[in-house]
């Protein structure tokens, strides 16, 4: 049995604060992630757009995104974070940049329940998802993927590098569910971020709510 994390057991708005430092992985991280969303949504058709976010936090990668970009106004976004403080911060700077769309639920981002609104989504972003949660998890999350994406849509994702590196497993699992690879940040990097974009439409069955829970990073290396 793994153990799943609260809030309690993990300051997730202090984690942000490493972004806050250039030099941070962090930081570096974010910047390539903020330049494949913007790559996505230049590529994305003309009219309306669906955005979803997992694990949102303080929806740092989109909305620094959205600020500037010209398709700010035809997104529809939900960010899902469970941390209050850190889905606190991410309503007053969409507030502070002017999207009206983007909608910050407080939630459970492991449930399906609080995606399927708005899917199938044009952008779907797990990021600081994967990292945290066991490898079957991980495989279940990609394949939640698939349903939740539009066919031609794209998934941003991230994971570190630390050893056992899970990326290449990630990628060919991201394949197997009918993704194409789009984006693969290089090792010497030190992180992980890449983006499928999905080309074959998933066989529909009924979704089980739960995606994915956190658990202590101690458990990840028994689970």
């Given at each position: 049995m793994v153990a799943v994390v609260t809030v309690a057991n993990m300051d997730w708005a202090a984690w942000h604060d490493d972004y806050?430092?250039?030099?941070?992985v962090l930081a570096r991280r974010l910047a390539v992630v903020q330049d494949v969303i913007r790559a996505a949504l230049?590529?994305?058709?003309?009219?309306?757009l669906a955005v979803v976010?997992?694990?949102?936090?303080q929806g740092r990668d989109l909305i620094g995104v959205l600020a500037t970009h010209p398709r700010r106004a035809d997104v529809r976004a939900r960010l899902v974070e469970?941390?209050?403080?850190?889905?606190?911060?991410a309503e007053a700077a969409a507030r502070a940049a002017g999207l009206g769309g983007i909608e910050v639920v407080r939630g459970d981002a492991g449930r399906m329940r609080h995606y399927r609104e708005l899917a199938p989504a044009d952008l779907v972003l797990v990021c600081g998802v994967f990292g945290n949660v066991t490898d079957a998890d991980v495989l279940r999350s990609v394949e939640a993927c698939a349903?939740?994406?539009?066919?031609?849509?794209?998934?941003?994702?991230?994971?570190?590098?630390?050893?056992p590196d899970l990326v290449p497993q990630i990628r060919g699992w991201f394949s197997a569910c009918g993704f194409e690879e789009a984006y693969a940040s290089d090792a010497a990097a030190g992180f992980g971020v890449g983006a499928?974009?999905?080309v074959v439409a998933p066989a529909s069955r009924q979704d089980a709510d739960r995606?994915?829970?956190f658990v202590e990073s101690k458990q990840l290396r028994l689970a």
């Open positions: 806050d430092d250039p030099g941070s230049d590529g994305c058709p003309q009219g309306p976010s997992m694990c949102a936090g469970l941390d209050p403080r850190s889905a606190a911060v349903r939740l994406c539009r066919v031609g849509g794209t998934v941003v994702w991230t994971r570190h590098r630390r050893p499928h974009r999905l995606i994915f829970s």
